[in-house]
């Protein structure tokens, strides 16, 4: 039997396990690369390993509340209420991401729309709204409270005898808009 040359085994061993540190050192130092760093000091392999742990657990835990995010956004409910108006003569739209009521009051009317900060858009629309039906904005405000945006529309319909039509026509678009918009 032919025995291979020990030294040679050896030499062969040396050779894979050099190869191997090689190429760990270069996996170590591409992750490395990946990672954003909060020092500019060269850190030790250990502390560069916690860094790539604790930063991909960072991003897990963003990617788990974006998730739930589009969740939430994409699992909106849209309800087959329609428009309800009360003995104030106010109308109200009941929809859980968004609500608009409007006032009016002879040739001024009020438009408030509730949304929530990913349907701020809303407001845009409902300006367009009024200038299509010939409304004159006077004043526009928002306020921000947490998650909710509340705009406030003041607006001048034309004259006071115009003024219901005009109102009841930019009601049924605004309120149609707010409940297919969202």
């Not at 392999?45 to 604790?54: F, G, K, R, V, Y």
């Not at 968004?98 to 809303?122: K, P, R, S, W, Y």
Request: glycine share 4%; aromatic share 4%.
């Amino acid at each position: 039997m032919e025995q291979s040359n020990p030294s040679s085994s050896r030499s062969d061993r040396k050779t894979i396990e050099r190869n191997r540190r090689n190429h760990m050192k270069a996996l170590y130092s591409e992750l490395n690369c990946l990672v954003p760093h909060q020092t500019s000091r060269e850190t030790s392999l250990p502390d560069q390993l916690d860094e790539a742990t604790s930063y991909i657990k960072k991003l897990q835990t963003n990617l788990e509340r974006m998730k739930e995010k589009k969740d939430r956004l994409m699992g909106m409910e849209k309800p087959n209420e329609s428009m309800s108006s009360n003995s104030s003569g106010v109308m109200a739209m009941g929809i859980r991401s968004a609500q608009i009521e409007i006032h009016q009051n002879g040739a001024a009317l009020e438009v408030v729309l509730i949304t929530g900060l990913d349907c701020q858009f809303m407001f845009n629309e409902t300006i367009r709204v009024l200038h299509e039906e010939g409304a004159e904005i006077v004043s526009a405000s928002f306020t921000v409270v947490e998650d909710t945006v509340f705009h406030t529309i003041h607006s001048k319909v034309g004259e006071p005898a115009l003024g219901d039509e005009a109102a009841a026509r930019i009601s049924e678009r605004v309120n149609k808009f707010v409940r297919d918009g969202c």
